[in-house]
């Protein structure tokens, strides 16, 4: 775990970050990992838990303002369809029993994909549908401590949910990962998250390679510029070394 005033990334190659358990675990697997030799994994073996249960990491910051970033990349294993609502992502405002969702992750995985809406302050969206397997989620909010505040939601780069909000008062002061509340929820299974970050700016999500105009001798050179899912340039979610 890492804070640099610009990116708290959570590094699942390292040990266990804390984390608490009711009714399923939050562990750090070799099976569960995107990219490297490990990610978080949350097992919840009941279905009949119908409220309430809480499997997930959570991780506090210094108070970030006017903009903030929360993603991870997730895939869902199903053993039973859920019919309620897990709240799978959250940044939070507040602490010490008084935190509020600033931008939250709802989903809603079955046999036939993942069910996907945005929450966060004012109401719930809509769920999208998405296919099995693994996706990009990016939360965020700018605007923090502004009436003028934008709330979004993108996945595998694409924008779900652009909305503006009231974020007066609001800043981010750290964020849950992994089944942080469930609402009439029928859901037994898996979920896998891995690189979760929380960040100040966007980071890019995409790559992008320019060819010269025009090929000379032996030795090409290419550009290659890294791009946020907003399509703006920014700098690498990770190191990079050339």
Not at 22 to 50: E, K, L, M, P
Not at 193 to 210: I, K
Request: charged share 15%; proline share 4%; hydrophobic share 40%.
């Amino acid at each position: 775990l890492a804070f640099d005033g610009e990116t708290l990334a959570v590094d699942s190659e390292l040990a266990a970050n804390p984390f608490h358990g009711v009714d399923g675990t939050f562990t750090r697997t070799g099976t569960s990992a995107h990219r490297g030799s490990f990610g978080y994994q949350v097992d919840d073996t009941d279905a009949g838990v119908a409220n309430g249960s809480s499997s997930e990491a959570y991780f506090w910051t210094a108070d970030l303002r006017p903009s903030a970033w929360l993603r991870t990349w997730l895939r869902a294993n199903p053993t039973s369809d859920e019919t309620g609502t897990i709240y799978a992502l959250s940044a939070i405002s507040g602490r010490g029993g008084s935190e509020t969702p600033v931008i939250e992750l709802q989903i809603r995985p079955s046999a036939s994909g993942l069910g996907v809406a945005f929450s966060g302050v004012g109401s719930d969206e809509p769920f999208s549908s998405l296919a099995s397997g693994w996706h990009l989620v990016e939360l965020g909010a700018t605007g923090l401590g502004t009436a003028a505040g934008t709330q979004m939601l993108y996945i595998d780069g694409q924008a779900v949910t652009l909305r503006s909000a009231n974020l007066s008062s609001v800043s981010i002061a750290g964020f849950y990962v992994g089944e942080v509340y469930l609402v009439s929820s029928t859901f037994a299974g898996t979920l896998f998250f891995d690189d979760v970050r929380l960040t100040t700016y966007m980071p890019a999500s995409r790559l992008r390679v320019v060819a010269p105009s025009a090929f000379a001798g032996d030795c090409v050179s290419f550009r290659v510029e890294l791009y946020t899912s907003s399509g703006t340039l920014s700098t690498a979610p990770y190191d990079v070394v050339a």
